[in-house]
């Protein structure tokens, strides 16, 4: 690539990491801030953690409330979960050791309905039903993800210790704060300070978004379109493929994909989820995807959730940077786990 190039390339994808990907996470994130801040004043967080608590406490071990956050991702992004973890009206159902947990669970959900239809939408036989087992194992995968990482926290945070909030008033049980004013009122209030948080997560993710991606993008694409490197944005020396290639003996069997050029997949979604699902629409044209691998990478693009380039952002703008090691140690396993699940799933579907 040569020194030159390499800085180049640094600056040019750096800004159209800025421009085209921290721009529009921000964008997500005012928006879901708005949402979510609408949901805490009417209660809708109250009411889905007193209907879900009994369902989300033996499986995560967590509040029901924090079903709303894998909702949030799921229609949008990663992050979008973080406007959320700052409102106290939410933030008062967990213990320190289950907020960072919340990284986890988000980033398995993260673009679940973007890349859920897009998967659904390709030309390969059964895609449909494919798509809808990568979910159960994105599920399965974020189960495993998130109690492995509470694994960790339960010894660094304690298990007693509530989340700290902002408001000082001792809020009773079975009540929440709302503010003062007509429906009307409380309904603009809400969103417009909803939306002020979504700025304030969004400005906190743009640094580990720019510089850890850039590195991953170096790390994972080629030279430009005539094989030669001239700065431009998005060129790289495409090292994670080549280690993706080298292990291929042990994650083919694992995955059973179809083809070996499937293991990029996997290996780009650890930065990027667009850009694998990008990946797999150029492989099905060319027909080299089966719906086994429709299954595996959903799930795995669903888990994953270019989970690199966003989990030391996400875990710095919650106040857990600490616990940062853990959260990509357990998030990797919960993600091959939920790509092995898919596999078995897929197996077990079709022979019956």
């Not at 949901?39 to 967590?62: Q, T, W």
């Not at 959900?109 to 390709?122: D, E, R």
């Not at 990482?149 to 909030?165: F, P, W």
Request: hydrophobic share 50%.
């Amino acid at each position: 690539m040569g020194g030159i190039n390499m800085i180049k390339t640094m600056m040019n994808t750096g800004f159209d990491l800025l421009m085209n990907v921290c721009l529009y996470l921000m964008a997500i994130a005012v928006l879901a801030g708005a949402i979510s801040g609408l949901f805490s004043e009417f209660g809708v967080i109250a009411l889905v953690n007193k209907l879900l608590s009994k369902v989300m406490k033996p499986i995560y071990d967590l509040p029901g409330a924090s079903s709303l956050g894998m909702l949030n991702c799921y229609l949008s992004d990663n992050p979008a979960i973080l406007t959320l973890a700052h409102d106290d009206n939410f933030r008062r159902y967990f213990k320190k050791y289950q907020m960072p947990a919340l990284t986890n669970l988000g980033t398995a959900f993260g673009m679940g309905l973007i890349t859920t239809t897009t998967m659904m939408g390709l030309n390969v036989e059964g895609a449909v039903t494919s798509a809808l087992i990568g979910n159960l194992g994105a599920v399965i995968g974020s189960v495993v993800s998130v109690r492995l990482m509470m694994h960790a926290t339960k010894k660094m945070y304690g298990t007693t210790e509530y989340v700290e909030v902002k408001s000082t008033v001792k809020i009773p049980e079975n009540s929440r704060v709302v503010r003062e004013g007509s429906a009307g009122s409380r309904f603009i209030q809400a969103i417009l300070d909803g939306g002020k948080v979504g700025v304030d997560m969004g400005l906190s993710i743009i640094p580990g978004v720019v510089i850890i991606c850039t590195l991953v993008i170096i790390l994972t694409n080629g030279p430009g379109a005539e094989g030669v490197y001239t700065g431009s944005a998005n060129e790289g020396v495409g090292i994670l493929p080549w280690i993706g290639g080298k292990l291929s003996f042990i994650l083919n069997p694992l995955f059973g994909f179809s083809s070996p050029e499937a293991i990029a997949v996997p290996i780009t979604a650890l930065g990027s989820t667009g850009a694998a699902i990008g990946t797999v629409a150029k492989m099905a044209a060319v027909g080299k995807v089966s719906g086994n691998d429709i299954a595996v990478f959903t799930a795995i693009c669903m888990c994953w959730s270019g989970y690199i380039s966003t989990h030391i952002a996400m875990m710095d703008a919650l106040g857990t940077k600490e616990a940062t090691g853990k959260a990509l140690i357990s998030h990797t396993i919960g993600g091959l786990v939920a790509g092995f699940a898919a596999h078995i799933l897929y197996m077990l579907f079709h022979m019956f």
